[in-house]
């Protein structure tokens, strides 16, 4: 049975498949809904639709055009992303060496569901029956009869010219993995609804890949071909089994990769020169223990999200342990550890995660820390600097007149231009100081003692701890991880209501995260998930 702290937790990242809170007070605000969308498939995303379908041995070997985040997400770039001829070229080789793979001898026997009466010609029954079975896992709906015949002559037309059936099938199979129905997801209206709804695919595959970060299973498939998804019960029992999945912690990870931007670790880089402990095993193994921390938090102890910014248990490896200064029990995998009680370090913006990735090459960056606090926690949009802005006082840690970074941002501020922007930030990052740039502990900057003082919305902490607390204890910072979770699976901001034209996150909000948990404590956390059924309720033009 889940706890309050986790009754919580999934009724915050639930948000994104909910529009209503099904027996928890006053009826739901009327909105417009939001957009229809169509979103490109991410790399995630392909790797990991291609092993649920085909198995992880199955080698995703090419490399993917990136998403420019938008909005503060990749997941909402998502939705204007297109394909260039260039990608479209890595497309049809991944599409080809896949299909290769699928009907090679030595996977052909479990992933093809029948033989052919002769392995030198055409057989469209047997195709029939693999492109019946794997189209619609591919396409996250039913294929149209006209869909189903292409495959199956384009297969039979292949195998006779390539020589067999088996390369004939593979060059069918590739082209199914190049067109939009597998790169896009898309957005479907239900036929015949008295307001503009998605259909119960479009409801599978929102459900699916905001939960697994990848496509909708047989199940989930099964249960929208017979409706269950337009019924609570129906749709509580398929959340009750994903929630219960291991694949959870997929949906949860890319989540919060997205969010804290730890994608950022692809680019990383610091200067060995000054930071010889922070390696290329140093970065990666920074971007895993912060996710594990998360998922150990969130899923494994069904904890509150609010106390990622306090806990003082994460993850160490060898590399990491070096960095750190920790010692580490298993240097050649991973260990559980808990900073000491009293330390500095608390909670996961003091972790090497965010104090690194924040940071410069050579150099920390109370600035850069600040505004990521600013933007990726609390969703406040921090303006870009001016072109003009002289930035070489801040660079200069050799200054002789000023020492510490506080000293030279205190100076670089006495500019008008920049002072409004810098007080957003400057205090909030100033108090991480005790971190240099790759996130290694110290106490003095040039032989001075670093002041770890800092403030954010009027609340004075002494050192980052102290930051983590007062995050902890933030009213924006629940209103954050919301909108960011209605964000990323739709592509889209939310949806206003109809009454007052505010986000409608901000009217549910108040429900999901101030109300005592108990209030649904009768009912399964599943109830609260709702699929997202409300698109676009505006007249459409034809």
């Known amino acids: 049975?889940?706890?309050?702290r986790s009754h919580w937790l999934l009724t915050v990242l639930t948000f994104a498949a909910a529009l209503s809170l099904t027996g928890c007070g006053p009826s739901e605000p009327k909105t417009s809904g939001g957009p229809i969308e169509v979103r490109r498939l991410s790399e995630a995303q392909y790797r990991n639709i291609v092993a649920d379908i085909f198995g992880s041995d199955i080698v995703v070997a090419g490399r993917f055009d990136p998403f420019n985040r938008a909005g503060g997400l990749l997941a909402v770039s998502a939705g204007s992303a297109t394909v260039t001829p260039t990608a479209f070229e890595q497309y049809d080789s991944l599409a080809r060496s896949i299909a290769a793979q699928v009907v090679d001898e030595k996977n052909r026997e479990f992933l093809i569901p029948c033989k052919p009466t002769a392995a030198d010609q055409p057989d469209e029954a047997c195709a029939g029956q693999f492109f019946a079975k794997t189209g619609p896992l591919l396409y996250r709906r039913p294929l149209t009869q006209v869909e189903l015949k292409r495959s199956i002559a384009v297969s039979a037309a292949a195998a006779k010219s390539l020589g067999g059936f088996y390369p004939g099938l593979a060059y069918a199979l590739a082209g199914m993995l190049e067109t939009p129905s597998f790169l896009f997801i898309t957005d479907r209206l239900k036929p015949g609804a008295d307001r503009p709804a998605l259909d119960p695919y479009s409801k599978a595959s929102r459900i699916s890949f905001f939960l697994w970060n990848s496509a909708p299973d047989e199940a989930l498939l099964k249960a929208a071909e017979q409706g269950d998804l337009d019924s609570k019960s129906?749709?509580?029992?398929?959340?009750?089994?994903?929630?219960?999945?291991?694949?959870?912690?997929?949906?949860?990870?890319?989540?919060?990769?997205?969010?804290?931007?730890?994608?950022?670790?692809?680019?990383?880089?610091k200067d060995p020169v000054i930071y010889p402990a922070f390696g290329l095993a140093a970065a990666n193994d920074a971007k895993e223990s912060m996710l594990r921390t998360i998922t150990d938090q969130l899923i494994d102890h069904h904890g509150d999200y609010r106390d990622l910014f306090t806990t003082h248990k994460t993850f160490l490896s060898g590399p990491l342990g070096v960095v750190y200064r920790a010692p580490v029990a298993a240097p050649d995998?991973?260990?559980?550890?808990?900073?000491?009680?009293?330390?500095?370090?608390?909670?996961?913006?003091?972790?090497?995660?965010?104090?690194a990735l924040h940071s410069h090459p050579g150099r920390s960056s109370a600035t850069l820390r600040g505004r990521a606090v600013r933007e990726l926690i609390l969703c406040e949009k921090v303006p870009d600097p001016p072109g003009d802005v002289n930035f070489s006082l801040v660079q200069d840690t050799a200054n002789p007149d000023y020492k510490t970074a506080r000293q030279r941002l205190t100076a670089h501020r006495s500019s008008p231009s920049c002072a409004g922007c810098h007080a957003l930030m400057d205090p909030i990052g100033l108090s991480m100081e005790n971190f240099d740039g790759a996130g290694q502990y110290r106490q003095q900057e040039n032989g001075v003692a670093i002041d770890t003082t800092g403030e954010i919305d009027g609340v004075k902490f002494q050192d980052a701890a102290g930051?983590?607390?007062?995050?902890?204890?933030?009213?924006?910072?629940?209103?954050?991880?919301?909108?960011?979770?209605?964000h990323n699976p739709t592509a889209a901001p939310?949806?206003?209501?109809?009454?007052?034209?505010?986000?409608?996150?901000?009217?549910?909000?108040?429900?999901?995260?101030?109300?005592?948990?108990?209030?649904c404590a009768a009912l399964r956390p599943a109830t609260l998930f709702m699929p997202f059924r409300l698109v676009k309720a505006v007249r459409l033009r034809p």
């Open 494 to 519: 939310s949806p206003r209501t109809k009454k007052t034209g505010s986000p409608i996150s901000n009217v549910l909000l108040p429900r999901m995260a101030i109300a005592s948990p108990s209030c």
């Open 234 to 269: 129906g749709l509580q029992r398929q959340v009750d089994r994903m929630l219960a999945s291991p694949r959870l912690k997929d949906g949860v990870r890319a989540f919060f990769i997205d969010m804290l931007a730890l994608d950022d670790f692809d680019t990383l880089s």
């Open 333 to 355: 995998g991973w260990a559980p550890y808990e900073f000491p009680a009293g330390e500095p370090r608390a909670g996961i913006l003091s972790q090497l995660g965010f104090a």
């Open 1 to 4: 049975m889940p706890t309050k």
């Open 467 to 486: 930051l983590g607390q007062a995050i902890h204890d933030n009213t924006a910072t629940v209103p954050g991880i919301v909108n960011r979770a209605y």
